[in-house]
């Protein structure tokens, strides 16, 4: 089965600066990873995927998450947040016939 | 033209009712899921549906029943809902279990 971590429930940063959401997962096989945004009131909008390929991967609204294989990580980053970007992100993994399996949330909250 | 749509968005009811939470998706896709949001925002897979045939059915009160009629619906119902049942409940669907599409969500609250 697979689990993923999120180490950070909360992350607090200033509008305009950079910020990195981490998330670690456990698998015995290989592993399809993601990243979910969820804004208040809202559903799940999907940021990113990995699913093969280059280990770097780009998604919406300037996100861009790297694919760690060795640290079994896939830590999500933004060089430049907006106070838009306040929502709860989720990390997620499958195998391809497995279901979505989500850490527990990480709340970004950026401060004017 | 919404890719995962829920209704209601909103339901509140009394301890002991029956209700029930629709879910279509016009994207084609063979998986319907359930999950089910705590308060604490964490997301647990209830259900999960190929081409209308159960294949996941996790820890979940027998109170609870999905049905899906054809491969585009996956509806569920759940029987004499105690406050516990409070939760946002979503429906997504997927192709070949890569990247989900989710819907935006029942909050469903029992008074």
């Known amino acids: 089965a697979q689990s993923v971590t999120q180490l950070d429930s909360q992350v607090p940063v200033f509008e305009e600066a950079p910020v990195e959401l981490r998330c670690n997962y456990s698998?015995?096989?290989?592993?399809?990873l993601f990243w979910y945004v969820q804004y208040p009131n809202q559903g799940l909008q999907l940021l990113l995927k990995?699913?093969?390929?280059?280990?770097l991967v780009k998604g919406i609204n300037g996100f861009e998450a790297e694919f760690n294989k060795s640290q079994t990580s896939f830590h999500l980053r933004k060089p430049s947040v907006h106070i838009s970007d306040t929502a709860e992100y989720f990390c997620?993994?499958?195998?391809?016939?497995?279901?979505?399996?989500f850490g527990k949330g990480t709340r970004l909250s950026v401060i004017a | 033209d919404t890719a995962v749509s829920q209704t209601p968005k909103y339901l509140v009811t009394q301890m002991g009712n029956d209700k029930s939470i629709k879910c279509e998706q016009n994207?084609?896709?063979?998986?319907m899921y359930w999950y089910k949001q705590d308060s604490k925002k964490f997301l647990k897979i209830m259900f999960s549906?190929?081409?209308?045939?159960?294949?996941i059915n996790e820890t979940v009160p027998n109170r609870f029943s999905p049905k899906s009629p054809d491969k585009a619906h996956l509806n569920l119902h759940i029987n004499s809902l105690e406050l516990g049942d409070s939760a946002v409940y979503f429906c997504?669907?997927?192709?070949?279990?890569?990247?989900?599409?989710f819907g935006s969500g029942t909050r469903l609250t029992v008074v």
């Open positions: 997504a669907s997927s192709q070949f279990e890569v990247g989900y599409t």
């Open positions: 698998s015995s096989v290989s592993v399809y």
């Open positions: 990995y699913l093969s390929g280059s280990t």
């Open positions: 997620a993994v499958n195998t391809g016939n497995t279901p979505l399996v």
């Open positions: 994207l084609g896709h063979d998986t």
């Open positions: 549906y190929n081409n209308k045939e159960l294949i």
